[in-house]
């Protein structure tokens, strides 16, 4: 039987809208609008394109957006000077700095002089470092993992004690919600290029969470039948078929997952639409926190 395809373009949808809704009640109640400040240095084309979907996504949800540009040959101190001084800005509850940076510039040093209570993006280090120890909560969990788990969520999928599996160990997406499926019980085994046996490693997950950047890598046969496949990849590939000549694809070998999976995640109008409907979430609960 052919797996359940979880539509995350429709889940994201009703995201955005419970955010429109209570922005739009805070704007009834006479409360100022949540505000999302993003800085953009040099002009990758993905990025740009990012940011002006970030900016568009506010414009509908009811909050505010200031973008900032900055161009490619900014330097450390022109770019930790724009945070600091969005960090000060009583319209701003959130700083989304727009990785990745040129390589010139200390990302670290960058995501560090963002205040943690506008960190909506969730990479402070003192937020990753909360989401690490038990017993201490972050203010903001990344956006993107915090999708993840939400799509689990809302699929109504039983995370305590299964067998989790995350494929791929970044700082953006595989360390974290390796960290958030640890938070909901569940037991995590993380695997990347040099583990042995990775189709051996994938085929015991219940819950398989694909984000380690190759296209395709996940075949059917390293799937458990049944298991749920999360599919956070994003790779574009040639396709003379296709009106642009290029299409996206996973991490996972979608036709033939979708034959053994129970539930898998599309590539594209999976993961992706709900990075944005989590950062609005984030804004808004970063303008609660101003503005109860």
Not at 79 to 87: A, D, G, I
Not at 136 to 159: H, Q
Not at 250 to 274: H, L, R, Y
């Amino acid at each position: 039987m052919a797996a359940t395809i979880i539509d995350g373009k429709a889940i994201a949808k009703q995201i955005r809208e419970e955010v429109a809704v209570e922005a739009a009640q805070r704007a009834a109640a006479g409360k100022p609008k949540a505000g999302l400040a993003t800085v953009l240095v040099g002009d990758n084309p993905a990025s740009m394109a990012y940011v002006s979907s970030k900016q568009k996504a506010c414009a509908e949800a009811g909050i505010e957006s200031f973008g900032h540009h900055l161009p490619a040959t900014a330097t450390q101190e022109e770019v930790e000077s724009l945070v600091k001084s969005l960090n000060d800005d009583q319209r701003v509850n959130g700083i989304l700095v727009q990785l990745p940076l040129p390589s010139h510039l200390d990302e670290e040093r960058v995501l560090s002089a963002i205040s943690l209570g506008k960190d909506v993006d969730g990479f402070h280090p003192i937020n990753i470092g909360r989401l690490a120890q038990k017993g201490r909560d972050p203010l903001f969990v990344p956006c993107t993992p915090a999708g993840v788990i939400e799509l689990l969520d809302r699929m109504g999928v039983k995370l305590e004690g299964c067998n989790a599996v995350v494929l791929g160990r970044s700082n953006i997406v595989g360390m974290p919600v390796a960290l958030l499926l640890v938070r909901r019980n569940a037991t995590v085994t993380i695997c990347h290029s040099r583990s042995k046996d990775l189709p051996g490693i994938c085929r015991a997950a219940d819950v398989l969470i694909a984000a380690v950047g190759r296209t395709e890598m996940v075949r059917g046969d390293w799937i458990k039948p049944g298991a749920v496949v999360i599919d956070v990849g994003i790779n574009e590939i040639k396709d003379p078929s296709h009106p642009k000549g290029k299409r996206l694809v996973g991490d996972v070998a979608f036709n033939e997952a979708k034959e053994v999976a129970g539930a898998i995640t599309p590539v594209p109008g999976g993961v992706g639409p709900m990075t944005i409907a989590l950062l609005l979430r984030n804004t808004l609960t970063a303008a609660k926190l101003l503005n109860p």
